[in-house]
């Protein structure tokens, strides 16, 4: 008798359905494929400039976040687009000054820019102007785009910038 009861329970709860994000019903969400790719990302505040050594030239040390419909951090599958402009006026991006491309299709080189500590995707931009890392130097401006395909086929384009400072 308590067997059945406690059958009947779990049965109950695996078939109810409530709406989630966007009224969409956890039913279809759980069957979905894409239920757990990124939806949006964040330049995360780790970002830093890094020294040149030995008068070498500077690097950026970027952390992405990636999120999905539910506000929680994920991985994601894409190509992702850097690009450094010197900040403009208010801190609008101004000229472009460099582009860095790197494919997360790759999921080996994807699990090793994936920090489990931070929960962050952290690259190491190389070769970022010099300008950068002077002190005083005007901020400059990143702009990280992650284009991912959906299971239907559709593109999905991420995108958030952040404002760098030595």
């Avoid at 599958?77 to 991006?93: E, I, M, N, S, W």
């Avoid at 997360?104 to 952290?122: E, H, K, S, V």
Wanted: proline share 7%.
């Amino acid at each position: 008798m308590l067997w059945a009861s406690v059958c009947s329970l779990l049965l109950c709860g695996c078939v109810s359905s409530r709406p989630g994000p966007g009224g969409i019903d956890r039913e279809d969400l759980a069957s979905a494929d894409d239920a757990f790719r990124p939806v949006a990302m964040r330049v995360f505040p780790l970002t830093r400039v890094l020294p040149g050594v030995s008068g070498g030239e500077p690097s950026v040390e970027l952390h992405i976040e990636l999120r999905d419909q539910w506000g929680d951090t994920t991985k994601g599958v894409g190509d992702l687009t850097v690009q450094l402009f010197r900040a403009g006026l208010g801190g609008a991006p101004g000229a472009r000054e460099r582009a860095w491309s790197m494919s997360l299709t790759d999921l080996d080189r994807n699990a090793q820019w994936f920090d489990p500590t931070t929960r962050t995707y952290r690259i190491e931009l190389a070769s970022a102007p010099r300008w950068i890392a002077e002190p005083g130097a005007v901020p400059g401006v990143l702009r990280a785009t992650l284009v991912t395909v959906q299971p239907t086929g559709r593109e999905l384009i991420i995108w958030d910038e952040f404002i760098l400072r030595r």
